[in-house]
Structures are given as structure tokens and as C-alpha cells.
């Protein structure tokens, strides 16, 4: 298993590098939440940071084309080619696909496993490392200041609402709260 988290590793700063999403500080971010998680959960964590790594792994190339709402289908689809080449059970590889799949909370997850990557991707987006790195990407990307924020504020949301685990949710809610309130004092 070792040997797969390395080359998914490999693979996915390859990725960040050559098409500059996810950023490394989400991806570290949510793969350092992923292992708390899975550990204080009793998960996998194996399968958890396999998912954590792979969930956006076609994100940077889906956006490069314009086509960002197909990187769930395309990094799913991309991780099971990226699992064929090993000798895993099909129970393993479709859990480890699940926490691709199901990173967005819009597939049923399988396995706790899912869960906590679903969870953990929310950090991106909620947690002030997260959400500054993001606001940091989008001032690189946007010249339009109230497109920044916009597009902040609706991550927020997005995440907010797909937190499901009690533990994320009560790390989370504060900072969810601040948030809002500072993108609001941002439009006056």
C-alpha cells in the first residue's frame, strides 16, 4: 500500500504543478485533516489519504478546458486507471474511487472512508488556511475583486453544506460564521 500512496502522491504534485489546482495548501490541508479524521474516527487511513490525494487529481486539466464541473467523473474515472496497475481487491479500489466520487457529497458514500474525504475537502474552503489560500488563488486568477468574493463566498456555502460529520462541523462552524459575516461587510 505504501508504494501506491507514493506514486498517488508523485502523481497528484505532478498535477498541481503542471496545471497550478489544487493547490498545494489543499492539498496538504485536507490530507492532514483526512488522517485526523480517519485516526480519531477509527477509518482507514490509508484509504483516506489515497482519497484525499486523488479526489481532485483532474480539477487543474477539467479547468484548464473549461470544464471544471466534470473533475469528480474525470478524477474518478482517472483513479480507477491509476488503481488498475496494482493488485487490489475490487472491495479497496471501489472505496478509494467512492472518496473520489463522493468528495462533493452528491454520491452516496459506502464507506466511512468517503465520508471523511468529503469532510476533509470541506477544510479547503471553511478553515482560514484554507479559505485565505483560495482568496490568495483567486486575486491571481480574477482582476474583478467582487468576483473573488463571490466565488469565495459560494465555496463556502458549497462546503457548509455538505459538512457532516459532527466533529468537522463544530471545528468548522465558527469560522463559517466569521466568514459570512466578513464577506457581508466586504459588499458594503
Known amino acids: ?13 505532478e498535477e498541481t504543478e503542471l496545471n497550478g489546482t489544487p493547490i498545494l ?20 487511513k490509508d484509504i483516506v489519504l489515497l482519497g484525499t490525494l486523488l479526489m481532485d487529481i483532474k480539477l487543474g486539466e ?23 496497475q496494482f493488485n487490489l481487491s475490487d472491495d479497496l ?15 452516496e458514500w459506502i464507506c466511512k472512508e468517503a465520508e471523511i ?4 475537502d470541506c477544510y479547503r474552503f471553511i478553515h482560514p488556511t484554507g479559505l485565505f489560500a483560495f482568496l490568495k488563488l ?8 467582487q ?7 459560494e465555496k463556502l456555502e458549497e462546503k457548509h453544506n455538505i459538512l457532516s460529520l459532527e466533529i468537522c462541523k463544530e471545528e468548522l462552524e465558527l469560522y463559517y460564521k466569521m466568514f459570512k459575516e466578513l464577506l457581508q461587510e466586504s459588499k458594503k
Open 25 to 44: 495548501e489543499h492539498l496538504e490541508l485536507s490530507n492532514k485533516k483526512g488522517q485526523e479524521l480517519a485516526t480519531r474516527l477509527g477509518a482507514n
Open 62 to 84: 477539467c479547468r484548464k478546458k473549461g470544464k471544471v464541473e466534470e473533475h469528480v467523473e474525470r478524477s474518478a474515472k482517472a483513479t480507477k486507471n491509476f488503481l488498475n
Open 147 to 153: 468576483y473573488a468574493i463571490d466565488r469565495v463566498e
Open 138 to 145: 483567486q486575486g491571481k486568477r480574477e482582476s474583478n475583486f
Open 93 to 107: 479500489k471501489n472505496q478509494i474511487i467512492n472518496c473520489v466520487e463522493g468528495h462533493h457529497g452528491k454520491k
Open 117 to 120: 474525504c468529503a469532510n476533509a
Open 1 to 13: 500500500m505504501q508504494e501506491i500512496i507514493l506514486k498517488a502522491k508523485e502523481w497528484a504534485l
